[in-house]
Nanobody, 126 residues
Framework: QVHLVESGGGVVQSGGSLRLSCVAS????????MAWFRQAAGKSREGVAA???????TYADSVKDRFTISQDSAKSTVYVQMDTLKPEDTAMYYC????????????????????WGQGTQVTVSS
């Protein structure tokens, strides 16, 4: 069983930065891929960034060149550094994990992830 706890959300002005953290517990074998998803009010959950085997990264087009996902295996923590934030980035952000090594397009698909955190809210004001 994997338990995920997110932190780092908050309110930031447009153009600002935030770093979200996701601390994981449980077997590393159950979290071969980890990802960040977000869900804005009234919208479906969408993939933001994923990292598999600690080094294979995938980003949604909407955040490419602005967000960076990283992993500290010693701390069992996954981060997403979010720069140049825009009001449309406002959403609840969730961390997720799966024991399978998915290919790039699938890594940002919510349905392939078994474990989810409770989320952390990010609000970007204009």
């Amino acid at each position: 069983q994997v338990h995920l706890v997110e932190s780092g959300g908050g309110v930031v002005q447009s153009g600002g930065s935030l770093r979200l953290s996701c601390v994981a517990s449980g077997s590393p074998a159950d979290r071969q891929c980890m990802a960040w998803f977000r869900q804005a009010a009234g919208k479906s959950r969408e993939g933001v960034a994923a990292i598999c085997s600690g080094r294979y990264r995938t980003y949604a087009d909407s955040v490419k060149d602005r967000f960076t996902i990283s992993q500290d295996s010693a701390k069992s923590t996954v981060y997403v550094q979010m720069d140049t934030l825009k009001p449309e980035d406002t959403a609840m952000y969730y961390c997720a994990a799966t024991p399978r090594l998915w290919g790039p397009p699938t890594r940002l698909t919510p349905s392939v992830y078994e474990y989810w955190g409770q989320g952390t809210q990010v609000t970007v004001s204009s």
